[in-house]
């Protein structure tokens, strides 16, 4: 179920959602619907999906290539609360123990992806996110293997 369109980017449009039916029931979820598809991009997402998962790398639940058009991809990954940028904009000053904590967390998430074959390729503040305990998570889109 499609809650709201939160933004458009490049090649792709995000929307909230609410899974529905199976295991993630009730699952607050991000949905990217990417009209272009580059090459590496699908391959990157089955390698961090099928992997074990690490904590500080967003979970992906699924990618799926649509039946119509050619070129487009659909990724479900899980919802966060907020964009880092967001909370840097509303929030003022971030103090340093916290500051360094997230930078932490970053390292250690794109440490994750390199080890899979990963590279994140778009690091900025609106690509990390905090979970509803502060903690910070690199997003998964849009990686691509090294």
Same mark, same amino acid.
């Given at each position: ?26 699952? +607050? ?5 990417? *009209?272009?598809? @580059?090459? !590496? %991009?699908?391959?990157?997402?089955? =390698?961090?999906?099928? #992997? ?39 929030? +003022? ?5 916290? *500051?360094?904590? @997230?930078? !932490? %967390?970053?390292?250690?998430?794109? =440490?994750?992806?390199? #080890? ?22 690199a997003l998964l ?6």
């Amino acid at each position: 179920n499609v809650g709201a369109h939160l933004q458009d980017g490049g090649s792709k449009s995000v929307y909230a959602c609410v899974l529905v039916g199976g295991a993630n029931n009730g699952l +607050g979820a991000v949905v990217a619907i990417e *009209a272009t598809i @580059q090459a !590496a %991009e699908p391959e990157a997402v089955r =390698r961090l999906v099928s #992997r074990p998962l690490h904590p500080n790398v967003i979970r992906g639940i699924t990618h799926v290539h649509a039946a119509g058009p050619p070129g487009i991809l659909y990724t479900v990954s899980e919802q966060l609360q907020v964009e880092l940028f967001d909370n840097v904009i509303n929030g +003022g000053v971030i103090l340093e123990g916290p *500051a360094r904590a @997230q930078f !932490a %967390e970053c390292v250690t998430a794109l =440490r994750h992806m390199h #080890r899979m074959g990963v590279a994140h390729r778009d690091i900025k503040l609106e690509n990390i996110m905090l979970s509803a305990q502060g903690g910070a998570a690199a997003l998964l889109p849009p990686p691509a293997p090294i």
